[in-house]
Structures are given as structure tokens and as C-alpha cells.
């Protein structure tokens, strides 16, 4: 059993900037954020491959986040910069075991095991 532990999140102005981490084992997984905002669906927000070598990201965020992991930290992190009002949403680290050590995945229902969520709040 793989447990996902998040922190960093907060309350933020607008334009002001966050970074999360997920702890994790990451050598056999793939990892991704998705987002939650109130009344609404689980979203894709950021993934990153087994390898690290290859990320994507959702276009509301592209630009403005970044997904890296370290490996030796056993840490994913989603630095998100230039935040917005609209980005507000409870934020969750998921990871997906895979064999594949260069692909990623935006679709939540390829992930295995899910953290517990942290809450990012962006003030206008």
C-alpha cells in the first residue's frame, strides 16, 4: 500500500505563489495533481513520469506550475506561480503504478492510490 502525505497548501493573494509536495515511494510510479473545487469534478491539473524526464500539464495552469519530482526525497512538488482566484480547490497528489518509465497520464481513473488533500485558497 503506497501512502501519498501533501502539505503546503494555504491561503495566497492573487499573484502570489505556493509549492506542494507529495511523499511518496516513487521509484515504480508515475505521479499527478488533480484538483477539487467545490461543486465540482476532480480535475487534472499536472503529471510527471516514472522517469521525471516528462511532464504535462493542464492548459488552465501551463505556464504558471511546474511538476518536478526527487527521487532521493521520495518528493513530487507542484510550484504554482502567478495563482488565481480560480485555482482555489482542494489539491491532490495520485499515483499510478506503471512498468513505463516515460509516459504520463491526465486521466484520473489510470491512478492507484490517492492522497488526502490539501486545501489552496487564492484571495482576490
Known amino acids: 500500500q503506497v501512502q501519498l502525505v501533501e502539505s503546503g497548501g494555504g491561503l495566497v493573494q492573487a499573484g502570489g505563489s505556493l509549492r506542494l509536495s507529495c511523499a511518496a515511494s516513487l521509484g515504480d510510479y508515475a505521479m499527478g495533481w488533480f484538483r477539487q473545487a467545490p461543486g465540482k469534478e476532480r480535475d487534472f491539473v499536472a503529471a510527471i513520469s516514472k522517469s521525471g524526464s516528462n511532464t504535462g500539464y493542464a492548459a488552465s495552469v501551463k505556464g504558471r506550475f511546474t511538476i518536478s519530482s526527487d527521487n532521493a526525497k521520495n518528493t513530487v512538488y507542484l510550484q504554482m506561480n502567478s495563482l488565481k482566484p480560480e485555482d482555489t480547490a482542494v489539491y491532490y497528489c495520485?499515483?499510478?503504478?506503471?512498468?513505463?518509465?516515460?509516459?504520463?497520464?491526465?486521466?484520473?481513473?489510470?491512478?492507484?492510490?490517492w492522497g488526502q488533500g490539501t486545501q489552496v485558497t487564492v484571495s482576490s
Open positions: 495520485a499515483a499510478r503504478r506503471t512498468y513505463r518509465s516515460y509516459t504520463y497520464s491526465v486521466d484520473l481513473n489510470d491512478y492507484d492510490y
